[in-house]
């Protein structure tokens, strides 16, 4: 006899199983962005408290450590309530005065007073979905509000940490984004070609490696697959690695593709062919080349079609258009850097060579 308060093990009970674990999964989510709204909502409404009390009573920055030191003592099981937290809630009431929450504290404020202006508008919800430490990096690191924006968006877009956050910014990944030379407006349709522009960058910043300037290609590309992980997160969200040397046989010849990798998000193919030195036209005919052929064996029904990359140390963009031009595959081209050069203002303080020779001199 058959025990019917036991599922029969078959693909209906197979899918049953995964839709459970698909909502439970989605509803941690919702839960911890709940948690985290909450938190931001608190911050922002304690900035607003304190905001009022010091235009109202006329209290100065002095109020802030008491404030600290008594919550300490009424509410010890409380964390985050140290003297520098608290400042920080009262810059994240000015920064952003006129977010949407339904308003507690600001009905406290006397209409008449004067609130700080934003420079930028900032929705509520994007604000909310931004962890606290992220806030306090970005208020810290990023004073340019429209900049601040970019960087809130590419957080929820891309899923980075606190620490990933710090470094894009330490990189200026705002200023690289979608700055390839390309030909995507006239091989892929919108909004396509928009979206695949903006997932290149130029340049590509490379410096976890320690190479030699006058490397060859395959050390560069050594060296990339020994750091995957970094590689990965400077190439953009989305990369899944493919092969290195990737053999393509065609026409009873042998021929190699640098890196492979497929896009997730995009749901494309992608070539990367590494260069030393200048950009020169020959490339993009032979991207092209390899993008048919990948096109040919490897995409599959429902995938869009492969892109290229050619990465550089000096590319020409003159000379990059021309060439892309005349070639059929959507291809960008892109440089890389090994080190950032210093700023002009920190590098003109610097000691010279000589400089410092005299200076040891006078020492001896």
């Known amino acids: ?71 300490h003592n009424e509410l010890p099981e409380e964390k985050g309530f140290s003297e520098r937290n608290i400042k920080r809630m009262l810059a994240f009431y000015r920064e952003y005065p006129h977010l949407e929450f339904v308003p507690q504290a600001v009905a406290q404020i006397d209409p008449g007073e004067k609130v700080p202006q934003p420079a930028a508008h900032f929705p509520v919800d994007l604000v909310q979905s931004i962890p606290w430490g992220h806030h306090t990096e970005l208020m810290a690191k990023v004073k340019d509000l429209p ?54 960058k130029d340049p590509y910043l490379f410096d976890f490696l320690t190479l030699a300037s006058g490397l060859h290609e395959r050390e560069l590309e050594t060296g990339l697959i020994a750091h995957l992980e970094k590689f990965l997160l400077e190439l953009g969200q989305g990369f899944a690695f493919v092969g290195r040397q990737y053999h393509l046989d065609v026409g009873d010849q042998d021929f190699y593709v640098d890196l492979l990798f497929y896009h997730l998000k995009l749901r494309c193919y992608v070539v990367i062919d590494l260069k030393r030195g200048d950009f020169k036209p020959e ?60 700023p002009e203002s920190l590098e003109s303080s610097l000691p010279t060579i000589e400089e410092i020779e005299r200076e040891l001199e006078g020492d001896a």
């Open 1 to 71: 006899m058959t025990d019917r308060s036991v599922p029969l093990v078959s693909a209906n009970y197979a899918t049953l199983l995964g839709d459970i674990k698909q909502r439970v999964r989605h509803g941690q989510t919702r839960a911890v962005l709940a948690v985290n709204a909450e938190l931001i909502r608190l911050c922002w409404d304690i900035g607003a408290l304190i905001h009022a009390r010091q235009q109202q009573e006329g209290w100065g920055a002095g109020v802030i450590p008491r404030l600290a030191r008594d919550l």
């Open 147 to 200: 900049t601040r924006h970019w960087y809130m968006q590419a957080c929820l877009a891309n899923g980075w940490s606190r620490n990933i956050l710090v470094l894009q910014i330490e990189v200026a990944a705002h200023q690289r984004q979608g700055r390839a030379t390309t030909n995507f407006d006239r091989r892929l349709p919108l909004p396509d070609s928009d979206l695949v522009q903006q997932t290149l």
């Open 283 to 342: 490339y993009a005919g032979k991207m092209n080349f390899y993008c048919s052929v990948v096109d040919d064996r490897l995409r599959h029904e429902g995938d869009r079609p492969t892109i290229g990359l050619i990465l550089c140390q000096q590319p020409n963009r003159v000379l990059a258009e021309y060439a892309l031009r005349g070639v059929d595959k959507p291809i960008g081209v892109s440089s890389f850097e090994l080190t950032r050069a210093l």
